[in-house]
């Protein structure tokens, strides 16, 4: 798995301009973007029906100065997107990247929903942590599976293949050019396919436990829940190649997965007011640094388990989302008028819940700060009726990868770009840092999308289509 196979290009015939290797949003979009570009493009899916870790996601997109926002009345500046993503990665990406793909993902958000029918809008009604104003967009479910569903329907229009059930073993090198790969089908047949560019989105490698105890063993006993076949094959492929990597401990975690259900309740049950206590009632940290953060510290507690608290207003508001609805449904919401009746359907002890909630109403009330650094000024009051889910702390997904350049060309460690060779999605380093503190919510689809667009446009120059690179 994950080979290079040296090649004589002259007896290697190229079957398409452009070879997507991964049909995630990052692989679609590059797709949709190289096939308008002028090239014949095929797109290569391990699975039956591409769904990837994009399925699984909220699907939300973060964009500044979209007409989404104008639309709602939203005033936002890409400088201030940037500037939000450099802080929560503590100054560590490259300025240029984040300035880069901030500039790139409007357009690439605007050009779906005008060529291709995406319904996006913008989410109006709460503030991601970290982020200075409301830019999330999503389509109507809120849903990942929903953003599959419409790219996949927006290729499939295009008619752009789709060979599913495809798993790229090898990478074929001509000297420093990629020019194709090779498939292994379920039968156990190979195939052989060439192209004159390559975009890498098969993501990072979440899906791939040695690759996820070497770079981040904080997590190597937790959940992952993102998409199983992302093993890490870019990554490899590009180490074989010579390719530039950065952050690879880098990663989005979630510190809020519903369990044993695991379905993801969303964190604006925190932003809105909401608490985690541990199995005893108790707090064990500021949940308003972010939920990727909150991963390692919920697997930290007794059983590696926590409850998010919340009430009915904040169910109202997380009721937009398909997953909370699901986890309704299943029965992971834990509900009660009194705190006492909800402790008791939490099995954690009352007086304990009782201390806890009523600390939180006292600094709510003063808009103090705790003893974790939260800083509860201006947080709403919980009322009856009173929430809570049971959660465990899950990786989501990887953030580090190969490094690109401003057209996603793969970057070799001697710091020139392979001129065939593109990646995007979780395939590249991402633009938050080394640890899961720098993971700004939205990061995972702003490269997606934006080195997607940018991957499928280069790919389809360096295959010759379209206006000269
Ligand atoms: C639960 C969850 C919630 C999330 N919520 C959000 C969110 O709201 N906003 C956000 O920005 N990000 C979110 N993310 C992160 C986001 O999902 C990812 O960053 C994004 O989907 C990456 O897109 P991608 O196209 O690179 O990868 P994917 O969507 O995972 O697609 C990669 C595809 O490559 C295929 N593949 C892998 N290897 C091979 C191979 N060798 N040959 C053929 N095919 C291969 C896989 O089967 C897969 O279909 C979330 C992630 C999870 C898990």
């Given at each position: 798995?994950?080979?290079?196979?040296?090649?004589?290009?002259?007896?290697?015939?190229?079957?398409?301009?452009?070879?997507?290797?991964?049909?995630?949003?990052?692989?679609?979009?590059?797709?949709?973007?190289?096939?308008?570009?002028?090239?014949?493009?095929?797109?290569?899916?391990?699975d039956a029906v591409a769904r990837g870790s994009t399925a699984l996601s909220a699907g939300l997109v973060p964009a500044a100065e979209t007409r989404f926002q104008r639309e709602a009345g939203i005033a936002d500046s890409k400088a201030g997107?940037?500037?939000?993503?450099?802080?929560?990665?503590?100054?560590?990406?490259?300025?240029?990247?984040?300035?880069?793909?901030?500039?790139?993902?409007?357009?690439?958000?605007?050009?779906?929903?005008?060529r291709h029918g995406l319904p996006f809008s913008v989410i109006d009604n709460f503030t991601y942590p970290g982020h200075s104003a409301r830019r999330m967009h999503g389509l109507p479910s809120r849903s990942g599976a929903e953003l599959m569903d419409r790219l996949r329907t927006a290729a499939e229009a295009a008619g752009i293949d789709i060979v599913t059930e495809a798993t790229a073993t090898t990478l074929f090198a001509d000297g420093d050019r990629i020019v194709g790969a090779?498939?292994?089908?379920?039968?156990?047949?190979?195939?052989?396919?060439?192209?004159?560019?390559?975009?890498?989105?098969?993501?990072?490698?979440?899906?791939?436990?040695?690759?996820?105890?070497?770079?981040?063993?904080?997590?190597?006993?937790?959940?992952?829940?993102?998409?199983?076949?992302?093993?890490?094959?870019?990554?490899?492929?590009?180490?074989?190649?010579?390719?530039?990597?950065?952050?690879?401990?880098?990663?989005?975690?979630?510190?809020?997965?519903?369990?044993?259900?695991?379905?993801?309740?969303?964190?604006?049950?925190?932003?809105?007011?909401?608490?985690?206590?541990?199995?005893?009632?108790?707090?064990?940290?500021?949940?308003?640094?972010?939920?990727?953060?909150?991963?390692?510290?919920?697997?930290?507690?007794?059983?590696?388990?926590?409850?998010?608290?919340?009430?009915?207003?904040?169910?109202?508001?997380?009721?937009?989302?398909?997953?909370?609805?699901?986890?309704?449904?299943?029965?992971?919401?834990?509900?009660?008028?009194?705190?006492?009746?909800?402790?008791?359907?939490?099995?954690?002890?009352?007086?304990?819940?009782?201390?806890?909630?009523?600390?939180?109403?006292?600094?709510?009330?003063?808009?103090?700060?705790?003893?974790?650094?939260?800083?509860?000024?201006?947080?709403?009051?919980?009322?009856?009726?009173?929430?809570?889910?049971?959660?465990?702390?899950?990786?989501?997904?990887?953030?580090?990868?190969?490094?690109?350049?401003?057209?996603?060309?793969?970057?070799?460690?001697?710091?020139?770009?392979?001129?065939?060779?593109?990646?995007?999605?979780?395939?590249?380093?991402?633009?938050?840092?080394?640890?899961?503190?720098?993971?700004?919510?939205?990061?995972?689809?702003?490269?997606?999308?934006?080195?997607?667009?940018?991957?499928?446009?280069?790919?389809?120059?360096?295959?010759?289509?379209?206006?000269?690179?």
């Amino acid at each position: 798995m994950a080979e290079i196979e040296a090649v004589d290009g002259a007896g290697f015939e190229a079957g398409c301009d452009v070879l997507v290797i991964g049909a995630g949003a990052a692989g679609l979009i590059a797709a949709l973007k190289a096939q308008e570009a002028g090239a014949t493009v095929l797109v290569v899916e391990r699975d039956a029906v591409a769904r990837g870790s994009t399925a699984l996601s909220a699907g939300l997109v973060p964009a500044a100065e979209t007409r989404f926002q104008r639309e709602a009345g939203i005033a936002d500046s890409k400088a201030g997107f940037a500037a939000d993503i450099l802080a929560k990665a503590h100054g560590e990406p490259d300025p240029e990247a984040v300035a880069l793909v901030v500039d790139q993902v409007g357009g690439v958000l605007e050009w779906l929903a005008d060529r291709h029918g995406l319904p996006f809008s913008v989410i109006d009604n709460f503030t991601y942590p970290g982020h200075s104003a409301r830019r999330m967009h999503g389509l109507p479910s809120r849903s990942g599976a929903e953003l599959m569903d419409r790219l996949r329907t927006a290729a499939e229009a295009a008619g752009i293949d789709i060979v599913t059930e495809a798993t790229a073993t090898t990478l074929f090198a001509d000297g420093d050019r990629i020019v194709g790969a090779g498939l292994l089908r379920p039968d156990g047949a190979e195939d052989r396919i060439g192209c004159k560019a390559l975009v890498l989105a098969c993501n990072g490698y979440g899906g791939n436990p040695d690759l996820v105890a070497a770079h981040i063993p904080a997590l190597k006993d937790a959940l992952y829940f993102g998409h199983p076949g992302n093993r890490g094959d870019a990554l490899l492929w590009g180490e074989a190649l010579g390719a530039a990597t950065r952050h690879l401990s880098g990663h989005q975690g979630h510190g809020s997965v519903a369990h044993p259900h695991g379905i993801l309740i969303t964190w604006a049950t925190i932003t809105e007011g909401g608490i985690q206590v541990n199995r005893d009632g108790v707090r064990f940290a500021n949940e308003a640094r972010g939920y990727s953060e909150s991963a390692a510290a919920v697997i930290a507690e007794p059983d590696g388990i926590a409850f998010t608290i919340f009430d009915g207003r904040i169910a109202a508001i997380a009721r937009q989302f398909e997953d909370f609805r699901a986890a309704e449904t299943a029965g992971a919401v834990l509900t009660a008028d009194t705190i006492a009746g909800l402790a008791g359907r939490m099995h954690v002890p009352e007086a304990a819940l009782a201390a806890t909630l009523g600390e939180i109403a006292a600094l709510k009330t003063a808009g103090a700060t705790d003893r974790f650094g939260r800083d509860f000024a201006g947080v709403a009051q919980l009322a009856p009726p009173y929430a809570a889910v049971k959660v465990t702390g899950a990786l989501f997904h990887t953030q580090g990868g190969l490094v690109v350049d401003d057209r996603a060309r793969v970057m070799r460690r001697d710091g020139r770009p392979f001129e065939t060779l593109f990646a995007a999605g979780g395939a590249a380093c991402g633009v938050s840092g080394a640890d899961a503190g720098g993971y700004l919510s939205g990061n995972g689809l702003l490269t997606a999308f934006a080195y997607g667009a940018l991957a499928g446009l280069g790919a389809a120059r360096a295959a010759g289509a379209g206006a000269p690179a």
